[in-house]
């Protein structure tokens, strides 16, 4: 079956099989390295993208379900303002993830600052719960995330003076 779907900005035609799961199609065919699922099953977090601007699990999401969709991973993410304020915000308060959850962590929370633009402590730790990694405290990224984006939140104030 071939599959049609917007990866990273680019029109992909896929080749799928019909027990593919979209990570398959972003490792193997597409060759994206920020995805290093471990469980499998969703527990991880290491899979996360975006998929039609709504985080998912691509371990469990079966390849067919992407036709016409559009799939955004940290390759592109990395780029937004978002995503280079929670860069900077962790290197300032020195928080260092894992390589392994490195990529998704700063996924998850650039979604979330563009979601959610002052999120309170509570919605910080559920999208932290996302990539359970025991690498960083979740209270100690919550805090920079809350600082980042009151950053944020103060420029985007000053600019519209």
């Known amino acids: 079956m ?6 990273n900005g680019r029109l992909h035609k896929l080749s799928i099989r019909s027990g593919d799961r979209l990570v398959d199609i ?37 390849a067919f379900k992407i036709q016409g969709a559009e799939i955004s991973t940290y390759e592109l993410i990395k780029n937004i303002h978002e ?9 300032e308060d020195n928080i ?7 990529a998704v962590k700063i996924l ?7 979601k959610h ?4 402590t509570e919605t910080i730790l559920g999208y932290l719960e996302l990539v359970p990694c025991a690498c960083t405290d979740p209270e100690i990224v919550a805090t920079t995330i809350h600082k980042v984006a009151d ?7 000053n600019r519209e003076k």
């Open 2 to 7: 071939t599959i049609e779907s917007k990866i």
């Open 26 to 62: 972003l490792r193997e065919d597409l060759k994206i390295e920020s995805l290093l699922p471990d469980c499998r099953g969703g527990a991880c977090g290491r899979c996360l993208v975006m998929l039609d601007g709504r985080l998912c699990h691509a371990c469990l999401t079966p």
């Open 83 to 91: 995503a280079i304020a929670v860069e900077e915000g962790f290197l």
């Open 96 to 102: 260092s993830p894992c390589p392994f959850c490195h």
């Open 108 to 114: 998850a929370m650039a979604d979330l600052l563009i």
């Open 117 to 120: 633009p002052l999120p309170d």
């Open 151 to 157: 950053q944020m939140n103060r420029r985007k104030f």
